[in-house]
């Protein structure tokens, strides 16, 4: 939906620039580059988020299926680590070598 949003924003930008005969050609297409890098830019953003988002859901689907998942080097666990879901996080459990680490779930492979 946001696309669509976003390509009637800019199909409108387009009918303001051609009615606008005050700007010069060179300046119309200087202010049409800068908004589709803008656009670019937040596509590329949202790309990014989601492939994070689907390595941070794989990681604790794998978490809970109570398979060792290595991050950082430190086997992380559910007899060692507890998950924090409000920061994406496991934190080390009271009675382990590990009691009181905290390691963020995008660290993890």
Do not use: W
Not at 45 to 70: A, C, G, H, W
Not at 73 to 79: M, S
């Amino acid at each position: 939906m946001s696309y669509i949003l976003g390509l009637l924003a800019v199909g409108v930008f387009f009918l303001v620039l051609h009615n606008l005969t005050e700007l010069e050609k060179n300046q119309k297409n200087l202010i049409v580059a800068v908004l589709l890098g803008l656009i670019l830019s937040m596509y590329l953003f949202n790309l990014y988020s989601d492939v994070q988002r689907e390595k941070v859901l794989n990681v604790v689907i794998e978490y809970k299926q109570n398979k060792t998942l290595t991050c950082n080097g430190i086997d992380v666990n559910q007899t060692n680590f507890s998950y924090s879901v409000g920061t994406q996080t496991f934190i080390g459990r009271e009675n382990t070598p590990h009691y009181g680490r905290l390691i963020s779930a995008t660290e993890c492979e």
